[in-house]
């Protein structure tokens, strides 16, 4: 009895652990998309932060230095987005997977370049990384505790708010913002610097806590699975949250079956078990992805009348 309430604890704090970087993406993208600005790029951003973490915590020997380079470069690549989808009125699914492509192939080159070590950054110490605080074996950290605040707060903001009524309502009718005299661009701005924010938590969560450093694209879909989670959560906050921790559960107990042979079955392939968090995205995706409603005016560039 006691074998299995240690496993179900071990397994329940690794499910936050996973899941911590997808909630904080899947919070960050539900203001964006709220705002009506589609952020396929939460990837990248998560990826450059990750870098970025890495990096300035092994020259600086700080991680919260590591943490502050990790939220610039993310808001660096969300302002380019809105520059490019908000300002330029671009298209705003190409603007994201460009941010990708040049976050994957960015830090391999600036990852070559400073530390000559094929696009990874040094072995971080217990002195650069983000250590846990309050239950060591739980591997908690105060990123995972503001993970678990972000959703809370996310709902306020978005739901009780004079800013989350109007962010909403730029996302379903954006004329009928600007006729009030609202500016549509501040807004979706706001919307888009504050994915940057969740975003380089989540990515500095990745290297500088999760992991001792950063190897190349450590990601590995993170970005995308958050997206899926936002979708099958019907841009809501809680059922988002609960999406991400159904990823996380997945992908520990996929970590718990490796190597482990399963009565009248026998060993599970571990590029089987690998796949799975990917296999229930694309099943919520194929299941869901009609059945929701996404803002009206997501996607949809705006042009101010004259």
């Known amino acids: 009895m006691e074998e299995v309430f240690t496993l179900v604890v071990a397994t329940l704090a690794a499910t936050l652990r996973v899941a911590t970087p997808l909630v904080l993406c899947a919070m960050g993208g539900l203001f964006s998309e709220k705002s009506g600005i589609i952020d396929v790029g939460l990837e990248g951003k998560m990826l450059m932060a990750a870098f970025f973490a890495a990096a300035t915590a092994a020259v600086t020997d700080s991680a919260w230095m590591g943490v502050g380079a990790a939220i610039i470069a993310a808001e660096a690549l969300a302002l380019l987005h809105g520059f490019a989808c908000i300002t330029h009125r671009g298209n705003q699914v190409v603007s994201g997977i460009a941010l990708n492509i040049l976050a994957m192939g960015l830090t391999v080159v600036l990852g070559t ?25 739980a591997g908690d950290n105060v990123i995972v505790y503001a993970a678990l605040l972000s959703v809370p707060v996310t709902w306020w903001l978005i739901e009780r708010t ?35 924010l969740f975003a380089g938590l989540a990515g500095a969560y990745l290297s500088i806590a999760q992991n001792a450093g950063f190897s190349r694209d450590m990601t ?16 809501r906050p809680f059922p988002a949250f609960g999406a991400c921790l159904a990823f996380g559960l997945l992908d520990a107990i996929a970590i718990r079956l490796q190597g482990v042979k399963l009565p009248g079955i026998g060993e599970v392939p571990v590029q089987l078990i690998q796949a799975m968090p990917y296999l229930l995205t694309l099943f919520l995706l194929a299941g869901f992805i009609g059945r929701t409603v996404a803002p009206k005016a997501a996607g949809v560039p705006y042009e101010k009348e004259h």
């Not at 217990?126 to 239950?135: D, K, M, S």
């Open 220 to 235: 590995a879909g993170q970005g995308f699975i958050a997206l899926a989670a936002i979708i099958f959560g019907r841009w």
């Open 113 to 137: 370049a400073w530390f000559a070590r094929g696009g990874q950054t040094p072995p971080l110490s217990a002195g650069e990384r983000l250590n846990p605080i309050f239950f060591p074996v």
């Open 162 to 196: 004079r800013f989350g009524l109007r962010l909403r309502a730029v996302g379903e009718m954006p004329l009928a913002v600007d006729a009030a005299g609202i500016s549509v661009p501040w807004l979706r701005y706001r919307a888009v610097l504050l994915c940057g």
